[in-house]
């Protein structure tokens, strides 16, 4: 045996001890311990374990686009610390009406044309009034009846709004945690952590599939972003899709001068979410701008299998749609579902 080899094998052996648990037993929670504990692997052995989970389940070289659309921007009366919309905040994001359906229509077109199967709507709302609902209802149907997987991300929805969208042929919609409940507090007073668990409960008993997820480098410890995972992976079920962002820091917001995140704590929270949601769309989501391509490249070892696909995010930017073709090529990776059927 070479010395290569019993390095090989003496690194498995010395694998440290961090307790398995089935994510969303009943019985059986992540403790915000035993995901502490995944961040703390040596990074081979987080990426190993993400990728042995993400192969059980996916085809690892495929990765999901989904393309955003905000249809109402600016102008929200929440206080959100890191959001360019917040009436509050001088960020330069001009207040504007909801956009008209064919206006949403033909950018739906352009990004299945593009290659997007999904596309997802954004609206800078605290919580949608039953006539907006009515709005994007018709929205949605429009973008469905293309052959598009649809997304909504609209703020709090009151009793019945899910049922409504559902009928129009919503697949999912985003509302996401953001962070850890103990950290939640110094980032958004306006509304509470409870209030978006129950808007995901809604969301879940009217039958949509739910996208939530988070947003690390908010200056959160590495607890606080254990404590986000946790949460997420102990929603039951977990969710189907978990957007995981890296802050953009925007000028004019609260978090503008925050700290960059080391970008292998960013890949390692992709391992984390994967090995804790197994089954999820992992989503690698707003930031992708700031990070390079090697680092994108660690997130799709890490278990990353969808992307936002499309110039800009909501109001931030995003690379170029032939940016990311060229970076798959690059990978030998393709776009299309990445479940193993
Ligand atoms: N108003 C709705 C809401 O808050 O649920 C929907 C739109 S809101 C912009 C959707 C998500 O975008 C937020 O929950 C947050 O996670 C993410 N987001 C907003 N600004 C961001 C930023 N600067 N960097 C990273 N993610 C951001
Ligand atoms: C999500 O988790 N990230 C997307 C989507 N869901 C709606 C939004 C990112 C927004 C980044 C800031 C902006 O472009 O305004
Ligand atoms: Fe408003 Fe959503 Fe931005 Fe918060 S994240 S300020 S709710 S648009």
Redesign the pocket.
């Known amino acids: 045996m070479n010395t290569q080899q019993e390095q090989t094998i003496t690194l498995h052996r010395s694998r440290p001890a961090v307790p398995h648990f089935a994510a969303n037993d009943k019985t059986e929670r992540w403790s915000v311990d035993a995901i502490e504990a995944l961040f703390q692997l040596p990074f081979p052995e987080l990426l190993f374990r993400a990728q042995t989970v993400h192969r059980e389940h996916f085809n690892p070289t495929h990765v999901e686009f989904a393309t955003?659309l905000s249809v109402k921007t600016g102008g929200c009366p929440e206080d959100c610390g890191y959001?360019?919309?917040a009436a509050q905040y001088d960020t330069g994001v001009e207040a504007s009406k909801m956009m008209a359906l064919d206006q949403v229509l033909f950018a739906a077109k352009r990004a299945q044309d593009a290659g997007a199967t999904r596309f997802?709507m954004?609206a800078a709302w605290r919580t949608p009034k039953d006539r907006d609902i009515e709005k994007v209802a018709e929205l949605v149907s429009a973008v469905k009846g293309l052959g598009l997987e649809t997304c909504a991300?609209l703020g709090m929805l009151n009793e019945g709004h899910a049922e409504q969208l559902r009928d129009a042929g919503l697949d999912y919609y985003?509302h996401?945690l953001d962070t850890a409940p103990d950290f939640y507090g110094d980032v958004i007073t306006t509304r509470d952590y409870q209030d978006r668990l129950d808007t995901l409960a809604r969301v879940r008993h009217a039958g949509v599939k739910v996208c939530s997820?988070g947003i690390v480098g908010m200056g959160e410890s590495h607890r606080q972003r254990a404590g986000l995972i946790a949460e997420l992976a102990n929603l039951s079920p977990y969710p189907e899709s978990v957007?995981i962002?890296n802050l953009?820091r925007v000028e004019g917001t609260p978090l503008a001068n925050t700290a960059p995140l080391d970008p292998f704590e960013f890949v390692r929270t992709i391992a984390v979410a994967r090995i804790t949601m197994p089954k999820a769309r992992v989503r690698l989501?707003?930031g992708r701008q700031e990070m390079g391509d090697a680092i994108q490249a660690l997130c799709f070892l890490a278990g990353a299998n969808s992307i936002?696909y499309g110039d800009k995010?909501?109001?931030?930017g995003n690379p170029d749609t032939q940016a990311d073709l060229d970076l798959l090529a690059r990978l030998g990776m393709q776009r299309g579902a990445p479940e193993v059927v």
């Open positions: 955003l959001c360019p919309q997802c954004g991300t985003n996401n997820g957007p962002n953009v989501s707003a936002f995010l909501l109001t931030t």
